[in-house]
């Protein structure tokens, strides 16, 4: 069995921040166990590498191809509109 990841190993395999992950563990989309001692303040928290993996897979950006291009929009030129930089 792999050793756990603490939060600073789960952010730098992610490349986010410390407080991001502890949101992450903290909504419960990426479970962790609490490995603080009973009464402790703060809770210490793990990962299992097996968790992250599966994490990565449910979360991984799938792009749909690309989006129709906008249409542009010609300015008035020829409609009577005020010319601010005079064509020489």
């Not at 939060?7 to 921040?17: D, H, I, T």
């Not at 990962?47 to 993996?53: F, I, M, N």
């Not at 010609?74 to 509109?81: P, T």
């Amino acid at each position: 069995m792999p050793p756990l990841l603490s939060s600073q190993g789960v952010a730098e395999r992610l490349g986010v921040s410390r407080s991001h992950v502890s949101r992450l563990i903290s909504t419960g989309v990426l479970p962790a166990k609490d490995i603080a001692v009973p009464g402790a303040r703060r809770p210490t928290y793990r990962v299992d590498p097996v968790a992250l993996d599966a994490y990565l897979d449910r979360s991984a950006y799938q792009p749909q191809g690309r989006p129709p291009a906008l249409k542009r929009r010609r300015r008035c030129v020829d409609q009577g509109c005020k010319d601010f930089f005079p064509r020489a």
